[in-house]
């Protein structure tokens, strides 16, 4: 029989919101003595005490019943071993620095070509971006307005806003970006 951990996750879930035992049972009305033995595999609870659970510490419920993978598959990204994303038929490359997109953020090396524009026209998304400059000098676009960036040079590109990117040199750039949440 698989062993999904349930109470570990939840425990996870409820340490990374900064919950004590005490402080979930006053939010979901669950005993601090009921969660600790959730938490601790000890009991099973009802799938009504899980759903309680999971909405109360912001987080599907399915995710409990999902077998964990292996911690250095789910968390780490060896050196070369980037998952390309976005447009294929695209001169720009995208590389995932995050082992997955299933987080709150995202985490994406742009490399842009000599005399390249990111797309035809700027375009905006939902989620925050935050770009550095790793290598060479890049312009780009915010609503409209040309900004010109060198390496080690960060702009933040709040939600909504008009953007993209153009290499105006002779060298390949590279920009890493995080998004949140992610939106590739």
Do not use: C
Not at 42 to 68: C, G, H, M, R, W
Not at 85 to 111: C, P, Q
């Amino acid at each position: 029989m698989v062993n999904l951990n349930i109470g570990q996750k939840i425990q996870r879930y409820r340490n990374q919101r900064g919950l004590s035992l005490r402080g979930l049972a006053e939010k979901t009305g669950i005993t601090a003595s009921m969660i600790s033995q959730i938490e601790n595999n000890s009991v099973n609870p009802s799938i009504n005490t899980l759903k309680t659970l999971a909405e109360t510490l912001d987080f599907p419920l399915y995710v409990l019943f999902q077998e964990e993978n292996d911690p250095e598959q789910e968390l780490i990204v060896r050196k070369g071993e980037y998952r390309s994303i976005g447009n294929r038929n695209s001169e720009v490359a995208y590389n995932l620095l995050t082992a997955d997109t299933r987080g709150s953020i995202e985490f994406v090396l742009m490399e842009i070509p000599p005399q390249t524009f990111t797309a035809d026209k700027e375009h905006h998304h939902t989620g925050e971006e935050t770009s550095y400059v790793e290598y060479g000098d890049v312009d780009i676009w915010l609503n409209g307005e040309k900004f010109r960036l060198h390496a080690g040079d960060a702009v933040r590109i709040p939600a909504g806003t008009l953007h993209r990117w153009f290499n105006p040199g002779d060298e390949m750039v590279r920009v890493i970006f995080a998004v949140t949440p992610p939106s590739f």
